[in-house]
């Protein structure tokens, strides 16, 4: 069903509990279906996306861009974010560039 909506979707914002379940719900095939102009904005918990596939599908041009509010492993977040300059990723607590 995410597949589905993500194929069909411009932007994905993700706003849901963190378990098991939902532990990198935003997964590659996810990013993928949301397609090259595709958005991710995550105000959930950080955990709820792949963050290394994230980044690759973003260094690749597989996705838009993505704007977090939330990192898996806050406060260190992952040094590919810190130092990668495709895209711009922002929160209140940093300034990053993908």
């Not at 378990?19 to 102009?37: C, D, F, P, S, Y």
Request: glycine letters at 8%; a negative charge; one cysteine or more.
């Amino acid at each position: 069903m995410l597949l589905n909506f993500a194929a069909t979707s411009n932007a994905l914002v993700i706003c849901c509990v963190f378990t098991e379940q939902t532990h990198h719900l935003i997964n590659k095939q996810v990013m993928l279906a949301l397609g090259r102009e595709g958005v991710i904005v995550n105000i959930g918990r950080g955990a709820l996306i792949d963050e290394i596939e994230m980044l690759q599908c973003s260094i690749e041009g597989n996705i838009g861009g993505a704007g977090l509010d939330v990192f898996e492993n806050e406060p260190d977040v992952l040094v590919q974010c810190q130092c990668s300059r495709k895209r711009a990723l922002s929160n209140p607590y940093h300034l990053l560039q993908i």
